[in-house]
């Protein structure tokens, strides 16, 4: 049995603030795209998007499973009503029969066998919920009908006579009795939607409740994508004519992908803040530069802690929910303070293949940097020697006292008391193929060292081409 779910779009999004204005939504696209992520079947029906989604039951959990994501996510939507039936044109009808009554919800017909059937809800219906019948509701009024069983009830040979094929094909196809065809929706390869504005807009902050409704079609366009976006450019225009000496734009980078509204709109804002427009705006357009798959992380066997337990157990920390959401924040911090100080200004580590341990590190704006570099909980030695390495580096190796032994005979390094060998040589022969640098090719034998007064020491011995001067000691790093 198919299972086929209405929904009606909001007449108009209603902006956050009650003072601002108002925008009218660009049409019913973006929430077939956003219905996609369910299921392939999903079309346009008049006013409304419906989508056929029992095929798709068994893969979101069953059928209670999968009526519950899509009523949430309907809700995030901003849809007026929905409903359920075992057809379209029948869900339509119980969808605006719902939304006339001031609900958002019906029950849907033909769900569980103690329900009432399709054409025992349907019959109870007044008949203007079925569009091809709404041209003749001055007729089936003073015939006596008010609802759709009354007309169903009719004697179907004069009902053809008196009205035209299309009313009674829609009757048929709202009761099941003839199949409709439907166009199915398909998303675009590239997001680039352009929105008029209803006035001229004198400040860049103020495009933002505009931007809005066009970063919740990019987030639905996402969402059939299964991706986020990575880089968003937003264009706005002085004039109709859209000609570009009349134009500015300005692209937003993240440091992560996401569909977040509430996290692209709060980046976005952020930007918006610190541009000035050279003149009154008419219509703005919003393009997806980049965007990457979205990783489906899978739910945990156990119950995992959340809530108020993360703070009174610290070992809820180490769940991989806590996990993503600290990754999360971090990404939303360094997206801001990006936006904020400017990308150059923040920036992120990098390993960098290289044995001298003083370019064995790179920095690099975060929002250009590898997920690795960016995610402070990544595991962060692969590319590193499998010798032991200091954790705090000296900028400039310092030079070692060298002191006779007991004997006199031979010189030994110092460090606050003579040192010991642990670990060594371990020799690194680097940087002669940097031309442009070639100051930095070296030649060392590095040592682990013990002192009696500084601990653990990482030093080296520099080595000559002739091997036949005095070899020269120094300190390069040492361990905490």
């Known amino acids: ?30 929430l077939g795209w956003w219905a996609l992520q369910f299921t392939p079947r999903v079309a346009q029906l008049e006013e409304a998007v419906v989508l056929e989604c029992h095929a798709s039951e068994r893969l979101f959990g069953g059928r209670e499973a999968l009526r519950g994501r899509l009523v949430k996510g309907a809700q995030a939507q901003g849809v007026a009503a929905w409903a359920f039936a075992s057809n379209a044109v029948a869900a339509l009808c119980v969808a605006r029969h719902c939304l006339a009554q001031g609900g958002t919800q019906a029950d849907d ?16 219906l007044p008949f203007t919920t079925l569009s091809a019948l709404r041209p003749h509701a001055g007729t089936l009024a003073r015939l006596g009908c008010r609802t759709l069983g009354d007309v169903s009830a009719l004697p179907r040979g004069g009902l053809g006579r008196r009205f035209d094929a299309a009313a009674l094909r829609a009757l048929d196809q709202a009761y099941g009795r003839s199949p409709l065809p439907l166009s199915w929706l398909t998303l675009p390869a ?45 264009r706005w225009h002085h004039g109709l004519r859209r000609q570009e000496a009349h134009a500015g734009q300005h692209t937003v980078r993240l440091s992560n992908p996401t569909r977040d509204l509430d996290r692209l709109s709060q980046l976005l804002h952020e930007h918006l803040q610190r541009l ?51 990754k999360e924040a971090l990404w939303t911090l360094l997206d801001r303070l990006s936006a904020r100080l400017g990308p150059e200004r923040v920036l992120a580590g990098q390993v960098h293949a290289d044995h001298r341990l003083e370019h064995a590190q790179i920095w690099q704006a975060a929002l250009h940097a590898p ?68 100051d930095s090719a070296c030649t060392r034998d590095y040592y682990l060292a013990s002192s009696p007064g500084a601990g653990l020491l990482w030093v080296f011995r520099a080595r000559h081409a002739d091997d036949t001067a005095t070899p020269a000691w120094f300190l390069h790093g040492l361990f905490a």
Not at 13 to 22: G, I, K, L, Q, V
Not at 114 to 119: L, Q
Not at 210 to 221: E, G, I, N, P, S
Not at 382 to 394: E, F, I, T, V
């Open 276 to 326: 000035t427009l050279a003149a009154p705006v008419e219509d703005i357009s919003l393009r997806a530069e980049q965007i990457a798959p979205l990783v489906t992380h899978s739910h945990s066997l156990f119950p995992e802690q959340g809530g108020d337990q993360l703070t009174a157990h610290p070992d809820g920390l180490l769940t991989p929910a806590a996990q993503r959401a600290q």
């Open 1 to 30: 049995m198919q299972n086929w779910m209405a929904l009606l779009p909001a007449s108009k999004h209603e902006a956050d603030d009650a003072s601002a204005p108002t925008w009218q939504p660009l049409d019913v696209r973006p």
């Open 109 to 124: 017909a033909d769900a569980r066998p103690h329900t009432r059937t399709v054409e025992q809800l349907l019959n109870t």
């Open 371 to 438: 997920p690795a570099a960016r995610d402070a909980s990544a595991d962060t030695r692969a590319g590193l020697s499998p010798w032991p390495q200091p954790s705090w580096l000296l900028p400039q190796p310092v030079p070692l006292t060298l002191l006779p032994d007991a004997q006199g005979q031979h010189e030994h390094p110092h460090y606050q008391g003579r040192l010991q060998w642990l670990a060594g040589p371990h020799r690194v022969e680097a940087g002669w193929w940097d031309n442009a640098q070639p």
């Open 190 to 234: 590239v997001f680039d939607e352009r929105l008029e504005l209803p006035g001229r807009v004198e400040t860049a902050a103020a495009l933002l409740h505009a931007a809005r409704t066009l970063l919740q079609a990019l987030c639905a366009w996402l969402a059939g994508q299964h991706a986020g976006v990575e880089s968003f450019t937003l």
